[in-house]
Every structure is written in C-alpha cells, then in structure tokens.
C-alpha cells in the first residue's frame, strides 16, 4: 500500500514562503507522478502542479505559474512544492497525489494559509 505524507504548511504573511514536501512509502517511487491539489473553504479541489515520473516534466496551473516550483528527489521519495510570493488566496489545505497501475493515491493534506 502506497502511503504520502504531506508537511510544511503553515501560516505565512502575504508575499511569504513556504515549501511543502510530500514523502512516499513506495520501493519504486521514482515510476509515480507526483501531483499537488488544493482545496479552499468552499471550493472544489483543484490541481496546482505535477511533475511526471519519467522525465521530470512539470507542469502548473495559471494562478501559480512564476511563483510555485515543484520538484523531485527520488533517491529520498519525495517530491516538493516551493511556494513564493504566496497570495492569500492560496489559502487551501494542500493534497499529494499520485496515480499508478490504475490506481490512486492521496495523502492527508496540510494546511497552507496566507495572512494580510
């Protein structure tokens, strides 16, 4: 059973960072995609950024793009998300996710709020 574990949320003021990290417990961690979702108050969860398995490609969704980085270290099973000039509508409790052999997988998310 494939398990992530998200951390490195926190509060910050607006115009601050934070970077997340979400560990894996899989043996061939380096065959997943990685993906990071959010979810605000209200709203529907939403993809924010993933990155492939094979080579390394990324990609953001609009409101991020220029100010997150997502990244992978798979010689430590993880894969992080470098968030900076964070707005407070990046407000969200923050999920990973991966999806393989016809499977998906979240973690228990982490929550990301941006103060005025």
């Known amino acids: 059973e494939v398990q992530l574990v998200e951390s490195g949320g926190g509060l910050v003021q607006a115009g601050g960072s934070l970077r997340l990290s979400c560990a894996a417990s899989?043996?061939?961690?380096?065959?997943?995609?990685i993906g990071w979702f959010r979810q605000a108050p209200g709203k529907e969860r939403e993809g924010v950024s993933c990155?492939?398995?094979?080579?390394?490609?990324?990609y953001y969704t609009d409101p991020v793009k220029g100010r997150f980085t997502i990244s992978r270290d798979n010689a430590k099973n993880t894969v992080y998300l470098q968030m900076n000039s964070l707005k407070p509508e990046d407000t969200a409790v923050y999920y990973c996710?991966?999806?393989?052999?016809?499977?998906?997988?979240w973690g228990q998310g982490t929550q990301v709020t941006v103060s005025t």
């Open positions: 990155i492939s398995s094979s080579d390394g490609s990324t």
């Open positions: 996710y991966s999806y393989y052999a016809r499977r998906a997988y």
């Open positions: 899989v043996f061939t961690f380096d065959d997943y995609p």
